[in-house]
């Protein structure tokens, strides 16, 4: 598949800038929490976890699941796949999303985890898309909300491609 130009969205210095302010905040929300678990999911949420943790300034263990419900698609197939199974009774979890849309993939497995009694489960979202929401979600943190457009770089892709762009786009 040949590439296709992107259209920039969020400049990656604009990224960089709100994920050190969500960093911030998560740190003066769970102050006192002995040790936070990250889980990211994979495989669109790397670079947004990766840069996250380095501005949480509280100790992390860190993990990721995988969740699918793309594909090679531009729309959700309607069918959420997760794999990775982790300890997580008793631990305060922050579950770290690229992206909600429908809201399908993160009610799934925020219902998941919650069957397994962690201490509290919090969302982060780097980018939220409203317009498009099917399935009701509390985001507890929000770095972007964007439009109804399919989003590409730092770290979401289509059909494996674009996930390295330092910047978020839309394409054409």
């Known amino acids: 598949m040949e590439k296709t130009e992107v259209i920039e969205l969020l400049s990656a210095e604009k990224i960089q800038q ?9 740190t003066a929300d769970l102050a006192g ?9 994979l495989k669109g949420a790397f670079m947004f976890t990766a ?3 380095r501005s949480i300034q509280i100790p992390c263990h860190i993990e990721f699941i995988r969740a699918s419900s793309y594909g090679h698609s531009m729309q959700s197939s309607g069918n959420v796949a997760l794999s990775g199974e982790l300890d997580i009774e008793n631990h305060d979890v922050l579950l770290v999303e690229d ?4 809201g399908l993939t993160i009610r799934r497995i925020a219902e998941n985890f919650r069957k397994r009694n962690p201490a ?12 498009t929401r099917k399935y009701p979600v509390t985001i507890d943190y929000s770095g972007f909300s964007v439009p109804n457009r ?3 770089g730092y770290g979401i892709d289509y059909a494996e491609q674009y996930r390295e762009l330092p910047f978020i786009g839309t394409l054409p």
């Open 51 to 53: 840069d996250l943790v």
């Open 150 to 152: 399919f989003i590409v």
């Open 33 to 41: 929490t002995e040790q936070l678990l990250v889980v990211g999911v």
């Open 120 to 131: 509290s489960l919090r969302i982060c979202t780097l980018l939220d898309k409203p317009s």
């Open 18 to 26: 709100r994920v050190s302010e969500i960093g911030r905040q998560i």
């Open 99 to 102: 992206i909600i849309d429908t």
